[in-house]
């Protein structure tokens, strides 16, 4: 799995109050400020396998926009210039997921492409947001227990209680709040708008136009509010609900309905005799793998299995994040059928070779800068709502009426602990230039439709929406559907949009 979809997936996570925080700017006219050692100074950073011709560079930003002469932090930059002048027409941001997800890998992994359709129209251009890759990092000092994906993230107990989460939810904001220092609490969406715009500066731009992606279409909405004038055409792929009242807290919520949308896409291809051929046809109908899923989660959850890693069971916790990995693109159903037919495997329990084997997301901890960042952003964004008690009904109610998440939406997280966030989340807005793209499939597994749909509401006739008749996370250039790819580009080249809200077949 990619940096970019592990660290999509992780938007249900939380993170922790900092005792010795510098405050965010409140006004955003701060992110025009001039500052010291704001050029870029490029150097070649072409990997084996990717563009050729990517450069690198490091950006000076305030740490404070309020102090815009003061301590600075580093940004990770990165860009492929047009190898075409003459049509050249700017420079196209390539704005990551997450929070946490790297700007200059997602370059890196879909520059070349991105380049070729859009023919040397723009330079194209990503960075890692603060906190991310090689930009200025922040630590929360978490224990290695705290870090798997099925710790960080707050799944419920097998019998549906919370206490644990509780517990690990109070020790994470505490060695956030101990470790992480001003860096931590400089981490948020405000802050990722106003970075952006001090790169536009420094390369130089009266304008910009953007491609965003999961979360990164809320960082290029919050830049569009902030900064309508610098905008020129902006692609908002795979939106999630902008309510400033909850932010990611919605966005958790909202995980329950997406997984409930897209399964039917998994059980469809795990019934179709097709799959027998490669052993991997879980049932004769699809209405029969859903049934099986949860069956065999909950068996999991008394009785797991070892998994082919030393020391890692396969539980119904496991199994339940292994389906949500794999709901983001049809590519990855193959090895989550797999799984199951092995954690199904009777003899799986004393037979090594039997054993299921599981993806290296989740049998490791990932490292104490990516967990802080995870959690960072979405704690600092907005403050998180509901007592103990109102999470604990809340997860009750929630995994009664969707299994397939167990609770997991619905429970308590560090953001329960953390500090009142510096600054108010931005209310978008259909004030603006119309200059919006919006792509939104109908069977999004982390920012469902429904959710899209309250994005495209927010935006007014800034926006116009492209509904795409397909299963999966990040439509363009990335699930194959056509209609999607060639409205994207026309409006990348043209700047034509569909004169209203439309839809693309699968």
């Known amino acids: 799995m990619t940096t ?40 070649n950073c072409a990997v084996a396998g990717g563009p050729a011709g990517q450069e690198c560079a490091d950006l000076s930003v305030p740490l404070d926009y309020r102090e815009p002469a003061g301590r600075q932090v580093t940004i990770a930059v990165s860009r492929i210039k047009s190898t ?40 194209l251009v990503a960075f890692d947001p603060r906190g991310v890759g090689g930009s200025t990092r922040a630590n ?29 939810s109070k020790r994470i904001a505490e060695a956030c709040r101990r470790n992480g220092g001003p860096v931590l609490d400089s981490l948020t969406t405000h802050n990722q708008a106003r970075d952006l715009d001090r790169l536009r500066e420094a390369l130089g731009e009266e304008r910009i136009s953007a491609w965003g992606t999961s979360y990164g279409t809320y960082v290029a909405a919050v830049y569009a509010q902030k900064f309508p004038q610098r905008t020129d055409r902006w692609v908002l792929d795979s939106s999630a609900d902008p309510n400033p009242k909850r932010v990611a807290q919605g966005w958790m919520r909202d995980m329950a309905r997406g997984a409930d949308d897209r399964f039917p896409d998994f059980a469809a291809w795990a019934a179709h005799p097709d799959r027998a051929g490669d052993g991997l046809r879980l ?64 003899a799986a329990a004393d ?59 619905a429970n308590i997280t560090p953001c329960s602990f953390w500090k009142a966030p510096a600054e108010k989340p931005t209310r978008l807005t259909d004030e603006g230039p119309s200059n919006i793209l919006m792509v939104q499939s109908l069977r999004d597994p982390s920012t469902p439709y429904t959710s899209g749909l309250k994005m495209r509401a ?15 996370h990040g439509l363009y250039l990335g699930n194959g559907n056509a209609c999607t790819d060639t409205t994207v580009t026309r409006f990348l080249l043209t700047g034509e949009r569909p004169e209203q809200d439309t839809t693309c077949a699968n």
């Open 4 to 43: 970019y979809r592990r660290n999509a997936l992780l938007l249900a996570l939380s993170a922790a109050t900092v005792a010795a925080a510098l405050p965010a700017a409140t006004a955003s006219a701060a992110g025009t400020a001039s500052a010291p050692g704001s050029g870029l100074a490029w150097r």
């Open 351 to 409: 037979d090594p070779a039997r054993r299921p084997a599981l993806p290296p997301q989740l049998t490791q901890p990932m490292s104490d800068e990516d967990a802080a960042i995870t959690v960072g952003v979405i704690c600092n964004d907005v403050r998180w709502t509901g007592s103990v008690p109102a999470y604990r009904r809340a997860v009750a109610a929630d995994r009664a009426v969707h299994p397939l998440t167990a609770g997991l939406p």
């Open 283 to 346: 049932a004769d109908r699809p209405e029969d793998v859903r049934p099986l899923f949860i069956a065999l989660a909950a068996r999991l959850d008394t009785t797991p299995v070892p998994s082919t890693t030393p020391g890692v069971e396969v539980n119904g916790n496991v199994l339940r994040q292994a389906l949500q990995n794999s709901l983001y693109s049809d590519s990855a159903f193959p090895g989550l059928a797999r799984l199951i037919k092995a954690a199904q495997d009777p």
């Open 140 to 168: 929360c000092g978490l224990d290695a227990a705290d870090r798997y994906m099925v710790t960080l993230r707050s799944w419920p107990g097998a019998d549906g209680s919370i206490e644990d989460n509780v517990a690990r």
């Open 84 to 123: 075409r002048p003459e049509a050249r027409r700017g420079t196209l941001m390539v704005i990551p997921g997450g929070p946490g997800s790297s700007g200059v890998q997602r370059l890196t992994q879909k520059g070349a492409r991105l380049a070729q359709e859009t023919g040397g129209a723009y330079d």
């Open 458 to 472: 927010a935006l007014g006739d800034k926006a116009r929406l492209v509904t795409v008749d397909q299963g999966g």
